[in-house]
């Protein structure tokens, strides 16, 4: 623990703790003897860092949060897991972030620029990726993974080894039980279902044109086609990700370089494509 870091006369900070001189630590804190923070950090007061948990720079976390606290598993023996945070996230208040468990990978994860509301619940072994805004009490049980930019609302509550796609949209209120289609749109009004596309969401992250209307028309193959999934990923495949085979000739003038699908596009239309395809849960459409 630096000697010189700015922490309240309340707090309790444990003598194993790293905390870096440039952390501000408010009142009545409690920081185990395992936490590692890193530079810039600010506690404002109250807040509970547990267990072998590490923060990288420029955290911010408001009053009541428990961070690297014991699962909530049964399993649990108290053995050393982990729980990591990156860089330059907001946690809100009375936030709760379990550790990991030695069957799940030992891990809980949390990237970077995230903005984690206030009574949001983050359980066992899940991961959470860049740039992602998890709404007040959003819940995720174990084992489920959000991926970058993703939004999940307000009092959502996801079910274990669910994954939420980059960029994806998740309306308050809506109970999620399957894997959500990433760039899409999903609500509890309309069913529980990913009604379209997060064109909005995508143009604000610098999403262009061609990305969006390629991924537009793979929506199309996905909802409106009427074909199931497995041959809706097989027209995706063959209409929107067709290209020269290794090696092979590109186009060879102007008129079929123009109709040759954009790089980029193609690339995140295959992603979607990959996803669902390697979906244990199914996805919801």
Do not use: W
């Amino acid at each position: 623990m630096s000697a010189s870091a700015h922490i309240h006369p309340t707090a309790l900070v444990s003598p194993g703790a790293q905390v870096p001189a440039s952390c501000r630590i408010g009142p009545f804190c409690t920081i185990g003897p395992n936490v590692i923070l890193g530079e810039q950090c600010e506690l404002v007061s109250h807040v509970v860092l547990d267990g072998h948990t590490t923060l990288g720079k420029g955290n911010r976390i408001f009053p009541f949060a428990c961070l690297g606290v014991a699962p909530q598993d049964l399993k649990y023996a108290g053995e050393p897991t982990r729980c990591e945070i990156g860089d330059r996230n907001t946690i809100r208040e009375s936030v709760t972030l379990s550790r990991g468990t030695a069957g799940g990978g030992g891990v809980t994860r949390i990237g970077n620029g995230c903005l984690i509301m206030a009574y949001v619940h983050i359980g066992h072994d899940s991961e959470v990726g860049d740039g992602c805004i998890l709404a007040n009490a959003a819940t995720l049980a174990g084992h489920v993974i959000v991926e970058d930019y993703a939004v999940v609302g307000a009092l959502c509550p996801v079910h274990q080894f669910c994954r939420i796609g980059r960029y994806s949209y998740i309306g308050g209120g809506t109970t999620i039980t399957q894997d959500v289609l990433p760039y899409s749109l999903t609500s509890i009004e309309r069913n529980n279902h990913a009604y379209g596309l997060n064109k909005v969401g995508l143009e604000r992250r610098g999403f262009s044109p061609a990305q969006i209307k390629a991924l537009r028309q793979a929506y199309r193959l996905l909802q409106v086609s009427k074909l199931n999934t497995s041959d809706a990923l097989a027209a995706i495949r063959a209409t929107l990700l067709r290209a020269a085979p290794d090696g092979g000739p590109g186009p060879t003038s102007a008129a079929e370089a123009a109709a040759a699908p954009d790089p980029t596009a193609a690339e995140h239309v295959r992603y979607l494509a990959e996803f669902i395809a390697a979906s244990p849960r199914g996805v919801i459409k």
